[in-house]
């Protein structure tokens, strides 16, 4: 029973260039969340979408971030024109519901900018 | 071993011994809580969950407890072993509705449990 999948593990890009973070959720899940962390912090929440909507992107940046949960395929996080300060961890989580439902994490996505 | 305050970021304990994570929320209106273990380069593992319409919860080894009065969280580990070496963070529900999407992490505490 896989958990969350998050590929790739790690992902080097030079400033300018465009990143995509790929987050397959848990099988049943059509919840999907993504954070960030920035080293010896906690997660920060960026957005929230349910298969093929955005429900709450309140906490993602509205310049060069995006997100997207189509209906066939994961979600993809998608940073265009990266900066060295979009580097950071960017985990994905996935739940059955939203109310008493536990979010489930991915390992991670870390992002280092050159 | 306890950690105390608003934010004491290191927890040391003993093998064998009690922990004791605390955590202060900020918002009176949340409502879902939960505590996530995180090791060196994973995500957030999921380990207990309480809402705030109970006072505490038991899992296996772990007993979340909840404060509302003073916004207060507690996460107890019994008998401490070396895999409880991590980081602990708990997270609230702030999310504008009745759902439970929107999670708020605090600043985490490192366990470490000395052999």
């Known amino acids: 029973n896989a958990g969350v999948m998050q590929n790739p593990r790690h992902l080097v890009r030079r400033r300018g260039q465009e990143a995509r973070l790929r987050c397959s959720p848990m099988?049943?899940?059509?919840?999907v969340y993504w954070y960030r962390q920035l080293p010896e912090e906690g997660l920060k929440f960026m957005v929230y979408?349910?298969?093929?909507?955005?429900?709450?992107e309140s906490g993602m940046p509205k310049e060069r971030f995006s997100a997207e949960f189509p209906k066939e395929g994961p979600s993809i996080l998608r940073i265009q024109q990266v900066v060295r300060g979009d580097s950071a961890a960017y985990f994905c989580?996935?739940?059955?519901?939203?109310?008493?439902?536990?979010?489930?994490f991915g390992d991670g996505t870390r992002l280092s900018i050159l | 071993g306890e950690s105390v305050g608003l934010h004491l970021p290191t927890l040391s304990v003993q093998e064998g011994d009690n922990s004791i994570i605390n955590c202060a929320y900020s918002?009176?209106?949340?409502?879902?809580f939960i505590w996530y273990k995180q090791e060196s380069g994973k995500g957030p593992q999921f380990i207990i969950d309480?809402?705030?319409?109970?006072d505490k919860r038991q899992g296996q080894r772990v007993t979340v407890l909840l404060n509302k009065t003073v916004k207060h969280l507690s996460l107890q580990i019994a008998a401490t072993q070396p895999g409880d070496s991590a980081v602990y963070f708990c997270?609230?529900?702030?999310?504008?509705?009745?759902?439970?999407?929107?999670?708020?992490f605090g600043a985490g505490t490192t366990v470490t449990v000395r052999a």
């Open positions: 989580a996935s739940s059955l519901g939203t109310v008493n439902q536990p979010q489930h």
């Open positions: 099988k049943g899940h059509s919840h």
């Open positions: 979408l349910q298969k093929e909507n955005i429900i709450d």
């Open positions: 918002n009176s209106a949340s409502d879902y």
């Open positions: 309480i809402r705030s319409n109970m």
């Open positions: 997270a609230e529900n702030i999310s504008p509705d009745s759902n439970d999407y929107k999670l708020s």
